[in-house]
């Protein structure tokens, strides 16, 4: 064979043959196309009419801070940005020393960083959190660009994150001392309770999920009864029990003296609710792994633990992450339902604010904003996991 | 050991602490020892809680005066039936919402499915930005925005948007006809079964017996006559099957005919469009991971349009449909608990009232949680009692 095979010739296609084809290609394809284009052009100048004429953004941008931060005390705020700085920090020198799917990720970083920053130019917040949140999406950049010309080694960087989980606890929540003094958690509220429950939720559930998944697969059949009852007990019973669970019944289970807040109650019903969803994606990588593989761990000697933790976790970790992309999303969108046993995330935020008297029938200002800040976070996420799959021809191999 | 082959008898013994058999056992123990001992703690202190707080665990209170109205039920229920009676109505409006959605959401979730796959670009789009709007957003958000601003600002009774004279939608909700059982209702459907299994019986026959009129669409000429028998038994019958209660406006509301509650339209709606949203990327993936020699072969062999997506694609995409969306059924089912955003009496807010009244959270929850779970395991049963219908058997 040579390799210097051309491609077919292809002749640049006119925009009508395009439309010829794509759009007219038959009399009920015609018809469809004009019916839904007159409904989107309605509907279009319908959205533009009201949100450029009627709607009442102010009750948005006025209550701006709310949003992000709850009742976040304002002298303390500093605490925030610093873990947004490291955080973007971090995704930017990710993205380059991990590329592809990372880049995607951090991109949408920044870009969502662009999107607050327009909104708080919007808002009475002042310029100088807006230049602040600005900086922030140029660090991005900035962080990718000294990566790619430093070559940071990978090692490092999976440090730093595993670093990070705890410095941003301790800036978030505070340890009581002079520079961090302890904020309540009854103060966080909004976009920060809704990321604190998400990722705590999935840092935490995932070795809970790893051991539930490889117990529901162990030959000792007391584990795998007691793994394999705990996955379908709370995959058959919906999150908001779990959270009245967590929130209403929990005091009851503990003793007396042991009073844990609200917020921890939560986390703790979200971590243990996504476990078992974390672990039945994890069993379908374990069982993806061809039984050679374990049969050559053994033949060279290795240990059960040994085969586990350096042949088949390994390999079966990689194939599931996109899985458990998708999992953080739709853990993300869950965290919501806090709101129903009255914690102010940042769908709670928004209720609370349609109860203030001049707020009143805003509904629809305040769901567009809350959505868009969902959409743009789990679309960006959705994208990053697609292209993630596809970089690993996950169901190919 | 005795039994070993003379070999290896000159082994030197496997100490205990190596000795897999003996690891094996005691690992279990330990696990078991320490669920148990986790379960007990928890048990003691919930024990010690409600003797301190003068409750005792039981569900006596099933039998007492429930004491609260429920805004809909199907079966009838007053605030002086029991709680357990109570409960019950929650089960069945949890299962009333659920059924319908998931019928209404699959019908929806195939057409914007094979709408995404339209050679029309527009309307492939279209279908696309749908699905990841949905699926990007939470639920909740979506059934608020149904709630606060669609339905909540609908007109007054008064000026109720009407479709002909039997259906009106305003802020109490949507009121349909409702139908009536008559007198010969009970002998009209004996015939309707009747037929339905008889055009079902000729048709099995039909397939084995090779006989060259199985090729007809049996199927489609089975339902029409059927469907015939149905209209000349309702036309024969000296009273009509059904008769239809008409909703009439009155002064402040409609009565008579079949009212669906706002908060019912809310969550159904809510439920529909969410879930409708996820089944058709599983549609959409079916259809897609048919290969496409498939379809070809299909054409070669003179097949028409129809039946080569009757017999070729379709088989084949159920196969791979049916397990995702068996879990998108669990998930409407699961979902329908948010009910309660929107006021609609369902299990879990049925339960969450019982629950605030009786002073006793936990065999309540208990209650909701594990009949979550049974609906959630029957749904599952079910829906691998088809797969397995629809999966090849493998050679």
């Given at each position: 064979m040579t390799s210097n095979v051309l491609a077919p010739p292809t002749t640049p296609e006119s925009p009508i043959g395009w439309m010829r084809r794509n759009l007219f290609s038959s009399v009920v394809s015609s018809l469809v196309t004009l019916l839904l284009g007159a409904l989107l052009v309605w509907l279009s100048m319908n959205v533009a009419q009201w949100a450029l004429t009627e709607a009442r953004w102010e009750v948005v941008t006025r209550n701006l801070r709310l949003f992000l931060m709850g009742q976040y005390p304002g002298d303390q705020a500093w605490r925030l940005w610093t873990s947004l700085l490291v955080l973007s920090l971090l995704a930017g020198v990710s993205a380059a020393v991990f590329g592809h799917t990372t880049r995607v990720l951090a991109v949408s970083v920044s870009a969502f960083q662009v999107l607050l920053a327009a909104i708080m130019a919007a808002s009475p917040v002042g310029p100088l959190i807006t230049i602040g949140m600005l900086a922030n999406a140029v660090l991005v950049w900035a962080a990718m660009i000294v990566g790619l010309r430093l070559g940071v080694p990978r090692r490092a960087l999976m440090v730093a994150w595993l670093l990070s989980i705890p410095a941003t606890w301790v800036l978030v929540?505070?340890?009581?001392?002079?520079?961090f003094p302890s904020v309540s958690s009854n103060l966080w509220g909004g976009l920060l309770l809704t990321m604190l429950l998400a990722l705590v939720g999935i840092v935490l559930s995932f070795p809970i999920g790893v051991l539930l998944a490889l117990g529901r697969r162990s030959a000792l059949p007391a584990i795998r009864v007691v793994s394999t009852a705990y996955i379908e007990l709370v995959r058959g019973v919906p999150l908001v029990t779990i959270l009245f669970m967590a929130d209403v019944m929990l005091p009851f289970f503990l003793p007396g003296e042991v009073r844990i807040d609200r917020v921890a109650r939560a986390m703790g019903g979200i971590t243990l609710f996504s476990a078992a969803y974390v672990a039945e994606n994890v069993r379908g990588g374990l069982q993806a792994i061809p039984s050679g593989q374990v049969e050559a761990a053994q033949a060279l000697g290795l240990r059960g633990w040994q085969t586990n933790l350096f042949i088949v976790l390994p390999q079966a970790l990689r194939s599931v992450i996109p899985a458990n992309v998708g999992l953080f999303i739709s853990l993300l969108k869950d965290t919501t339902l806090v709101a129903i046993i009255g914690l102010a995330e940042l769908l709670g935020i928004g209720q609370a604010v349609l109860a203030q008297p001049d707020s009143l029938g805003a509904h629809l200002e305040v769901f567009a904003f809350v959505g868009l800040v969902f959409f743009v976070l789990c679309y960006a996420m959705s994208q990053a996991s697609y292209r993630l799959e596809a970089a690993m021809g996950v169901g190919k191999r | 050991m005795t039994d070993r082959p003379a070999g290896q008898r000159h082994q030197a013994r496997v100490p205990p602490w190596r000795d897999i058999r003996v690891l094996r056992v005691v690992v279990q123990v330990v696990a078991l020892l320490a669920v148990g001992l986790g379960v007990g703690f928890l048990a003691t202190n919930l024990a010690s809680n409600m003797s301190e707080r003068g409750l005792s665990f039981g569900y006596g209170f099933l039998d007492q005066r429930a004491g609260f109205e429920i805004g809909e039920s199907p079966v009838s229920y007053s605030a002086n039936d029991s709680y357990g009676q109570a409960f019950t109505v929650g089960i069945l409006n949890t299962l009333f919402v659920s059924i319908v959605g998931i019928a209404l959401a699959t019908m929806l979730g195939i057409v914007v499915g094979v709408a995404r796959l339209s050679p029309n670009w527009l309307l492939a789009r279209i279908a696309a930005g749908y699905v990841e709007v949905i699926r990007n957003t939470p639920l909740l958000l979506q059934l608020f925005v149904i709630y606060f601003v669609v339905l909540v600002q609908l007109p007054p009774v008064r000026e109720s948007i009407a479709l002909g004279d039997s259906v009106f939608l305003n802020q109490r909700g949507l009121f349909v006809p409702a139908p009536l059982r008559s007198p010969t209702f009970m002998t009209w459907l004996g015939i309707v079964i009747g037929a339905i299994v008889l055009v079902m019986v000729i048709r099995a026959l039909a397939r084995r017996s090779g006989a060259t009129w199985r090729d007809l669409p049996l199927g489609l000429i089975g339902l029409l006559l059927a469907a015939a028998v149905a209209v000349v038994a309702w036309i024969a019958l000296p009273e009509a099957p059904l008769q239809f209660d008409l909703p009439v406006a009155g002064r402040f509301n409609f009565t008579g005919g079949l009212a669906l509650s706002t908060a019912f339209t809310a969550i159904l709606l809510g439920l529909v469009l969410y879930t409708a949203g996820f089944i058709a990327e599983v549609v959409r993936g079916g259809i897609q991971a048919v290969r496409r020699g498939q379809v070809e072969a299909a054409r070669a062999l003179g097949l028409s349009e129809r039946d080569t997506l009757r017999l070729v694609i379709f088989p084949q995409a159920m196969r791979i449909i049916v397990p995702p969306l068996t879990s998108q059924y669990l998930n409407l089912t699961k979902n329908s608990s948010l009910a309660i955003a929107v006021g609609y009496p369902d299990l879990f807010k049925v339960g969450t009232t019982m629950a605030n009244q009786t002073g006793q959270p936990v065999p309540v929850i208990a209650m909701v949680m594990g009949t979550y779970l049974v609906i959630s395991l029957a749904t599952s049963l079910l829906m691998n009692l088809y797969n397995r219908r629809v999966q090849v058997e493998e050679r």
């Amino acid at each position: 064979m040579t390799s210097n095979v051309l491609a077919p010739p292809t002749t640049p296609e006119s925009p009508i043959g395009w439309m010829r084809r794509n759009l007219f290609s038959s009399v009920v394809s015609s018809l469809v196309t004009l019916l839904l284009g007159a409904l989107l052009v309605w509907l279009s100048m319908n959205v533009a009419q009201w949100a450029l004429t009627e709607a009442r953004w102010e009750v948005v941008t006025r209550n701006l801070r709310l949003f992000l931060m709850g009742q976040y005390p304002g002298d303390q705020a500093w605490r925030l940005w610093t873990s947004l700085l490291v955080l973007s920090l971090l995704a930017g020198v990710s993205a380059a020393v991990f590329g592809h799917t990372t880049r995607v990720l951090a991109v949408s970083v920044s870009a969502f960083q662009v999107l607050l920053a327009a909104i708080m130019a919007a808002s009475p917040v002042g310029p100088l959190i807006t230049i602040g949140m600005l900086a922030n999406a140029v660090l991005v950049w900035a962080a990718m660009i000294v990566g790619l010309r430093l070559g940071v080694p990978r090692r490092a960087l999976m440090v730093a994150w595993l670093l990070s989980i705890p410095a941003t606890w301790v800036l978030v929540a505070g340890v009581g001392l002079a520079p961090f003094p302890s904020v309540s958690s009854n103060l966080w509220g909004g976009l920060l309770l809704t990321m604190l429950l998400a990722l705590v939720g999935i840092v935490l559930s995932f070795p809970i999920g790893v051991l539930l998944a490889l117990g529901r697969r162990s030959a000792l059949p007391a584990i795998r009864v007691v793994s394999t009852a705990y996955i379908e007990l709370v995959r058959g019973v919906p999150l908001v029990t779990i959270l009245f669970m967590a929130d209403v019944m929990l005091p009851f289970f503990l003793p007396g003296e042991v009073r844990i807040d609200r917020v921890a109650r939560a986390m703790g019903g979200i971590t243990l609710f996504s476990a078992a969803y974390v672990a039945e994606n994890v069993r379908g990588g374990l069982q993806a792994i061809p039984s050679g593989q374990v049969e050559a761990a053994q033949a060279l000697g290795l240990r059960g633990w040994q085969t586990n933790l350096f042949i088949v976790l390994p390999q079966a970790l990689r194939s599931v992450i996109p899985a458990n992309v998708g999992l953080f999303i739709s853990l993300l969108k869950d965290t919501t339902l806090v709101a129903i046993i009255g914690l102010a995330e940042l769908l709670g935020i928004g209720q609370a604010v349609l109860a203030q008297p001049d707020s009143l029938g805003a509904h629809l200002e305040v769901f567009a904003f809350v959505g868009l800040v969902f959409f743009v976070l789990c679309y960006a996420m959705s994208q990053a996991s697609y292209r993630l799959e596809a970089a690993m021809g996950v169901g190919k191999r | 050991m005795t039994d070993r082959p003379a070999g290896q008898r000159h082994q030197a013994r496997v100490p205990p602490w190596r000795d897999i058999r003996v690891l094996r056992v005691v690992v279990q123990v330990v696990a078991l020892l320490a669920v148990g001992l986790g379960v007990g703690f928890l048990a003691t202190n919930l024990a010690s809680n409600m003797s301190e707080r003068g409750l005792s665990f039981g569900y006596g209170f099933l039998d007492q005066r429930a004491g609260f109205e429920i805004g809909e039920s199907p079966v009838s229920y007053s605030a002086n039936d029991s709680y357990g009676q109570a409960f019950t109505v929650g089960i069945l409006n949890t299962l009333f919402v659920s059924i319908v959605g998931i019928a209404l959401a699959t019908m929806l979730g195939i057409v914007v499915g094979v709408a995404r796959l339209s050679p029309n670009w527009l309307l492939a789009r279209i279908a696309a930005g749908y699905v990841e709007v949905i699926r990007n957003t939470p639920l909740l958000l979506q059934l608020f925005v149904i709630y606060f601003v669609v339905l909540v600002q609908l007109p007054p009774v008064r000026e109720s948007i009407a479709l002909g004279d039997s259906v009106f939608l305003n802020q109490r909700g949507l009121f349909v006809p409702a139908p009536l059982r008559s007198p010969t209702f009970m002998t009209w459907l004996g015939i309707v079964i009747g037929a339905i299994v008889l055009v079902m019986v000729i048709r099995a026959l039909a397939r084995r017996s090779g006989a060259t009129w199985r090729d007809l669409p049996l199927g489609l000429i089975g339902l029409l006559l059927a469907a015939a028998v149905a209209v000349v038994a309702w036309i024969a019958l000296p009273e009509a099957p059904l008769q239809f209660d008409l909703p009439v406006a009155g002064r402040f509301n409609f009565t008579g005919g079949l009212a669906l509650s706002t908060a019912f339209t809310a969550i159904l709606l809510g439920l529909v469009l969410y879930t409708a949203g996820f089944i058709a990327e599983v549609v959409r993936g079916g259809i897609q991971a048919v290969r496409r020699g498939q379809v070809e072969a299909a054409r070669a062999l003179g097949l028409s349009e129809r039946d080569t997506l009757r017999l070729v694609i379709f088989p084949q995409a159920m196969r791979i449909i049916v397990p995702p969306l068996t879990s998108q059924y669990l998930n409407l089912t699961k979902n329908s608990s948010l009910a309660i955003a929107v006021g609609y009496p369902d299990l879990f807010k049925v339960g969450t009232t019982m629950a605030n009244q009786t002073g006793q959270p936990v065999p309540v929850i208990a209650m909701v949680m594990g009949t979550y779970l049974v609906i959630s395991l029957a749904t599952s049963l079910l829906m691998n009692l088809y797969n397995r219908r629809v999966q090849v058997e493998e050679r």
